[in-house]
């Protein structure tokens, strides 16, 4: 008998009661265990909250502003995503473990799941988060196009999914509040995605500053005008075209797909978007921490 086929969108598999890709859940052993360094910096955000636009900002400041250098290898390659694994391709811990120094770290783990050497170690981290409607907008888009992912179904499904948590990587709302609690005790920038469009200039030279780098006017600037999102939507080693497309497939939805504020406007029902702020109350009472929806 031939062996069955892996199925072309397999179902998530918990890790601690997180719903996680199959193959990173595969992997999970290797991540747990990763060896974090005291000058790793770590990227983390949940899904589709402007990880890929921090990550470029943050690899040009680590090469002084110079595009070229940048442009050498796609943003994976940059930055490794840790707890990615899809057989095959090396996994993020592999692509990690052959850098010797000033790694850059992707991760989307909530809180709890982070491997412990990055707190024991006690490396910078910085979050970004983004407003929960357009986040499920671009994860439902991005849900079609990465087949790594289930299958999201209708929009309106998934929109419950999404407010239950039961998306890969779990609930955003336990997600962002677990690492805004977290930041008290850590040396860690908490930045928003919101912010970011609003007044990127501002918003990089918060992330110059908590690294430690020079203010440079020119560099910020630099940084400012090869991160938009028009040029990072043409940059074939930021907007992911370079993965196959039975990975990702551009074609149903592009990674680089509209990049702004309020977009979930268009796809909300006011059903929903009732039904979505009711849900938001609950889940968010208690903290001090704030989204914007619209700038
Ligand atoms: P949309 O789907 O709303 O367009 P991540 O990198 O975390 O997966 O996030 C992807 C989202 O960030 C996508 O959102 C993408 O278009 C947006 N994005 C990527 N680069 C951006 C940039 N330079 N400026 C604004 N948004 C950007």
New binding site residues.
């Given amino acids: 008998m031939q062996p069955a086929k892996e199925p072309p969108r397999p179902a998530m598999i918990p890790i601690r009661g997180v719903p996680m890709i199959k193959h990173f859940a595969e992997n999970w052993g290797e991540v747990e265990r990763f060896q974090a360094q005291p000058d790793d910096l770590l990227i983390s955000?949940y899904?589709?909250?402007?990880?890929?636009?921090i990550s470029e900002i943050i690899d040009m400041i680590y090469n002084d502003g110079d595009i070229e250098k940048c442009k050498q290898d796609p943003i994976y390659m940059r930055v490794p995503f840790l707890e990615f694994a899809v057989p095959d391709i090396p996994t993020g811990v592999e692509l990690l473990q052959k850098r010797s120094s000033q790694r850059l770290v992707k991760t989307h783990l909530p809180v709890q799941l982070l491997p412990p050497s990055f707190w024991e170690k006690d490396c910078k981290m910085i979050y970004m988060a983004r407003n929960p409607k357009?986040v499920a907008?671009?994860y439902y888009?991005?849900y079609q196009m990465a087949k790594v992912h289930p299958d999201p179904g209708p929009w309106d499904k998934f929109l419950d999914d999404f407010m239950a948590g039961e998306v890969t990587f779990g609930s955003w709302y336990q997600h962002v509040r677990g690492w805004w609690d977290k930041r008290k005790e850590q040396r860690m920038l908490y930045l928003f995605y919101e912010d970011m469009?609003e007044d990127p200039r501002r918003e990089i030279r918060k992330v110059l500053e908590f690294l430690g780098r020079p203010l440079s006017e020119e560099l910020v600037e630099a940084i400012a005008r090869h991160?938009?999102?028009a040029e990072?939507q043409q940059n074939f080693m930021a907007n992911y075209r370079t993965i196959p497309t039975n990975v990702m497939d551009h074609s149903i939805s592009p990674f680089?797909?509209?990049?702004?504020t309020g977009?979930w406007k268009t796809q909300f029902t006011v059903a929903q978007n009732e039904r979505f702020d009711a849900n938001y109350e609950r889940q968010m009472e208690g903290t001090d921490l704030c989204f914007r929806l619209e700038i």
């Fill in positions: 955000t899904p589709k909250s402007g990880t890929t636009w357009d907008v671009s888009y991005f469009k991160t938009t999102f990072m680089m797909r509209k990049g702004v977009d």
